[in-house]
């Protein structure tokens, strides 16, 4: 098992630019998650996918769109980047039932200017 | 809103003693609490989880203790080694939407071990 994947590992974009992060698991699991950490801070739930083909916003999605076509992949889309979008972006998976717990990817690290 | 923040932001203990993290939370209403730990450059990893009817939960080398009176968490770590050190975060869980959590995680600390 590779756990959660994601890529790239880091992009620096210019304002107004768009790009794709991708994220894909492959334990089966449900429940997808992406989160935003800034510097020194916790994170921050930004979308959420209880299965392919149903999505829903978290605490911070302006900015972000999401779609999940199959179980594996969970893509998170930034359309006009801002510098205020510079973080580290974290996937996560979680298995239907019998377990809180939340395996996450590497992260993308993201900078805006 | 709910929110969720740490006492220190930064905790050094010698090698081979207990380490204590802490906790404050304030939405009464979160059903369970979570302990991740996070090295430099990588996601986080789960530790412990505690549900809120409960008082202690012992693992390996871990322990948490919910205080719900007060509305404190903590994470003890007995006889730290030198791969304990990283951010420690706790987070509550501030809803249950279609069985998917909505976590809401502290601010971290950074625990040092020091040899």
């Known amino acids: 098992n590779a756990g959660v994947t994601q890529t790239p590992k880091f992009r620096i974009l210019k304002i107004g630019q768009s790009m794709t992060l991708q994220c894909t698991q492959d334990m089966n699991h449900n429940y997808m998650y992406w989160y935003r950490q800034d510097p020194g801070m916790g994170l921050k739930l930004i979308y959420y996918?209880?299965?392919?083909?149903?999505?829903d916003k978290g605490e911070v999605p302006n900015g972000y769109n999401v779609s999940r076509s199959t179980t594996e992949d969970f893509p998170l889309r930034l359309e006009l980047a801002a510098p205020s979008q510079t973080s580290v972006y974290f996937c996560?998976?979680?298995?239907?039932?019998?377990?809180?717990?939340?395996?996450f990817g590497p992260g993308t690290r993201l900078t805006v200017l | 809103g709910e929110s969720v923040g740490l006492h220190l932001p930064t905790l050094s203990v010698q090698e081979g003693d207990n380490s204590i993290i802490n906790c404050a939370y304030s939405?009464?209403?979160?059903?369970?609490f979570i302990w991740y730990k996070q090295e430099s450059g990588k996601g986080p990893q789960f530790i412990i989880d505690i549900r809120s009817n409960m008082d202690k939960r012992q693992g390996q080398r871990v322990t948490v203790l919910l205080n719900k009176t007060v509305k404190h968490l903590s994470l003890q770590i007995a006889a730290t080694q030198p791969g304990d050190s990283a951010v420690y975060f706790c987070a509550e869980n501030s809803g249950i939407i279609q069985g998917a959590q909505k976590l809401v995680f502290g601010q971290g600390t950074r625990l040092t071990i020091n040899p």
């Open positions: 996918s209880v299965g392919a083909g149903i999505t």
């Open positions: 939405n009464s209403a979160s059903d369970y």
């Open positions: 996560a998976s979680r298995r239907t039932s019998g377990s809180n717990e939340q395996f």
